[in-house]
C-alpha cells in the first residue's frame, strides 16, 4: 500500500505562485512514476491531467495548459515530489491531485494511477 499526502496548496492572485508538495508513505518513491491531476469546482468526477514524471525524473510531461508555468520535479531520498505552479490564472482553481502508478510506463494513462491522495485546494483570484 502507498499513501499519498498533498500540501502547499492555499489562495493567491492571479499571476502568483504556488508549490505543492506530495509526501509518499509505504513504498520507495523511486519504484512509482508520479503524477499530478486536478478537479475544477462543479466538474464532478473529471481529474484532469497536469504533470508526472518518472521514476528518477528523466522525463517529466505535461499538459498543454500548463506547459511554461509549471515544473514537476521529485526528490526519491524525500519520498517527495513536487509541482511549482507559477503565473497562476484563475482558470487553475481547482482540488490537486497526487497519484502514484507502479504499472510500469514512464507516462502511463489516468487509468493506470494505483493511488491517490486526497488532494488540496488551489484557489486564484482575479
Known amino acids: 500500500q502507498v499513501q499519498l499526502l498533498e500540501s502547499g496548496g492555499g489562495r493567491v492572485q492571479a499571476g502568483g505562485s504556488l508549490r505543492l508538495s506530495c509526501v509518499a508513505s509505504g513504498r520507495a518513491l523511486s519504484s512509482l512514476v508520479m503524477g499530478w491531476f486536478r478537479q475544477a469546482p462543479g466538474k464532478e468526477r473529471e481529474r484532469v491531467f497536469v504533470a508526472s514524471i518518472d521514476w528518477i525524473g528523466r522525463g517529466t510531461y505535461y499538459a498543454d495548459f500548463v506547459k511554461g508555468r509549471f515544473s514537476v520535479s521529485r526528490e526519491n531520498v524525500k519520498n517527495t515530489v513536487y509541482l511549482q505552479m507559477d503565473n497562476l490564472k484563475p482558470e487553475d482553481a481547482a482540488v490537486y491531485y497526487c497519484?502514484?502508478?507502479?504499472?510500469?510506463?514512464?507516462?502511463?494513462?489516468?487509468?493506470?494511477?494505483?493511488?491517490w491522495g486526497p488532494g488540496t485546494q488551489v484557489s486564484v483570484s482575479s
Open positions: 497519484a502514484a502508478s507502479t504499472s510500469g510506463f514512464s507516462r502511463p494513462p489516468k487509468t493506470e494511477y494505483d493511488y
